[in-house]
């Protein structure tokens, strides 16, 4: 299950920051795959971590159509979700993230959600974390010989702290703002009825009658009925 998944790949991670920090540290520039390339090439459980790696990109897929699917937050608020955006006090549950205004501005608030939510974020961010540690011993060990758009990479992406910023690599690290759900593919055709968004006579009903029946609440298709 994604529990038993997510600490073994995170004992496999801590091997592989654990070699990064005992290694010598280069006087030649070099490039952040390398790096951690020769040491992944090291690992007896290499095949084992790759496949582990694979499955951590289906509970992102998971946690980020969780929270979509049960706080009515927009894509882009979810990908503004950061570290430690969950909260659970007595039962109650809720996430934090940036709100956009009809205006253009942003406001920092918390959603209700469930605890299917609030377990999805807890878990993937263990990843996260491990990942920044990943980056942590990159630039502890490293910081001097990769190139300078590489280090701000990481420098960047750890201070933001973005909880869908970590770009997957079994082999690598590095940081990207948008969450790169662009290659979006249900990994399971079995599933994928499930992922088919389009809407039926009934879901039309439904929308009348909460009158919500709109396209858009804003430009051209302002209003327009589906």
């Known amino acids: 299950d994604s529990e038993s998944h997510i600490k073994r790949w995170l004992e496999?991670?801590?091997?592989?920051?654990?070699?990064?920090n005992e290694t010598p540290n280069s006087t030649n520039q070099i490039d952040v795959f390398d790096i951690i390339k020769?040491?992944?090439?090291?690992?007896?459980?290499?095949?084992?971590?790759?496949?582990?790696?694979?499955?951590?990109?289906?509970?992102?897929?998971?946690?980020?159509?969780?929270?979509?699917?049960?706080?009515?937050?927009?894509?882009?608020?979810?990908i503004s979700c950061k570290i430690d955006c969950v909260n659970e006090?007595?039962?109650?549950?809720?996430?934090?993230?940036?709100?956009?205004?009809?205006?253009?501005?942003k406001v920092e608030m918390?959603?209700?959600?469930n605890k299917e939510v609030f377990e999805a974020v807890s878990l993937y961010q263990q990843y996260v974390l491990g990942m920044h540690?990943?980056?942590q011993a990159v630039l502890s060990n490293y910081g001097d010989q990769i190139s300078n758009n590489q280090k701000?990479?990481?420098?960047?992406?750890?201070k933001v702290g973005k909880l869908f910023g970590v770009s997957h690599s079994t082999s690598s690290v590095?940081?990207?703002?948008?969450?790169?759900?662009?290659?979006?593919?249900?990994p399971d055709n079995k599933y994928s009825n499930l992922f088919?968004?389009?809407?039926?006579?009934?879901?039309?009903?439904?929308l009348d009658r909460i009158e919500s029946n709109y396209k858009t609440t804003r430009g051209e298709l302002r209003g327009v009925p589906y």
């Open 12 to 20: 496999l991670n801590n091997e592989l920051v654990a070699n990064l």
């Open 110 to 113: 918390d959603w209700f959600c």
């Open 174 to 186: 590095s940081f990207a703002s948008g969450g790169r759900f662009e290659d979006f593919e249900v």
């Open 38 to 78: 020769s040491q992944t090439n090291r690992m007896k459980n290499y095949k084992e971590f790759e496949e582990l790696c694979s499955l951590m990109d289906s509970l992102k897929l998971a946690t980020y159509i969780s929270i979509l699917a049960f706080t009515g937050m927009r894509d882009h608020e979810v």
């Open 152 to 158: 701000h990479n990481l420098i960047e992406g750890l």
């Open 89 to 105: 006090q007595d039962g109650d549950y809720s996430i934090r993230a940036l709100m956009s205004k009809t205006d253009s501005t």
């Open 196 to 206: 088919d968004l389009t809407l039926t006579p009934e879901d039309i009903d439904e």
């Open 133 to 135: 540690s990943r980056a």
